[in-house]
T-cell receptor
Framework: AQSVSQHNHHVILSEAASLELGCNYS??????LFWYVQYPGQHLQLLLK??????LVKGIKGFEAEFIKSKFSFNLRKPSVQWSDTAEYFC???????????????FGTGTLLAVQP | ETGVTQSPTHLIKTRGQQVTLRCSSQ?????VSWYQQALGQGPQFIFQ???????GRGNFPPRFSGLQFPNYSSELNVNALELDDSALYLC????????????FGPGTRLTVL
């Protein structure tokens, strides 16, 4: 079955520390990749997405992610986190091959990031 | 531009009851997907509606059903509620089933006692 794995369930960092959250997926073929963020009490928001082209994508709020096809990975990075980055982060994938007629997303289990001031 | 809205925000039901959740899609979006997010889990795809018909379904039993209306808004109905149905139910809309980006609503928190 298709799946998305996020290796870190809870991450605690101090402000200004660097962040890398891992994401691996189990699909072959063409995939579209996403990172969503859910701030406390707010709805899921798109951080960044990769459809094709440059495998290093930049998103909002200084986040970036690198698609490494050979490793089936799409890790999220930020050079220096802020207290306001405290949130839950979800990696998601969709695939024309596995979605059928839909653009359904397959999500990882999420990583809860706590940034200490 | 109005985003995706959902109602109600919170709901408490007892086992065996039925519930209806509502979603209004973002302006210009004709496709609505529903997801269930259990505590500590990522959202799981329930089904998608397009042109007022179910366009695809995840691994959920038939007691989960839906509707889409001509204005593209949608309802999720769950019959014979079970304790494990307690979750955050998310609605997402997109320009079409082929359009890869989905926009999520704030969700409805359902608690089944």
């Amino acid at each position: 079955a298709q799946s998305v794995s996020q290796h870190n369930h809870h991450v605690i960092l101090s402000e200004a520390a660097s962040l890398e959250l891992g994401c691996n997926y189990s699909y072959g073929g063409t995939v579209n990749l996403f990172w969503y963020v859910q701030y406390p009490g707010q709805h899921l928001q798109l951080l960044l997405k990769y459809f094709s082209g440059d495998p290093l994508v930049k998103g909002i709020k200084g986040f970036e992610a690198e698609f490494i096809k050979s490793k089936f990975s799409f890790n999220l990075r930020k050079p220096s986190v802020q207290w306001s980055d405290t949130a839950e982060y979800f990696c998601a994938v969709n695939s024309p091959r596995y979605g059928g007629a839909t653009n359904k997303l397959i999500f990882g289990t999420g990583t809860l990031l706590a940034v200490q001031p | 531009e109005t985003g995706v809205t959902q109602s109600p925000t919170h709901l408490i039901k007892t086992r065996g009851q039925q519930v209806t959740l509502r979603c209004s899609s973002q302006s210009g979006h004709n496709t609505v997907s529903w997801y269930q997010q259990a505590l500590g889990q990522g959202p799981q795809f329930i089904f998608q509606y397009y042109r007022e018909e179910e366009n695809g379904r995840g691994n959920f039993p038939p007691r989960f059903s839906g509707l889409q209306f001509p204005n593209y808004s949608s309802e999720l109905n769950v019959n014979a509620l079970e304790l494990d149905d307690s979750a955050l139910y998310l609605c997402a809309s997109s320009l079409s089933p082929e359009h890869n980006e989905q926009f999520f609503g704030p969700g409805t928190r359902l608690t089944v006692l």
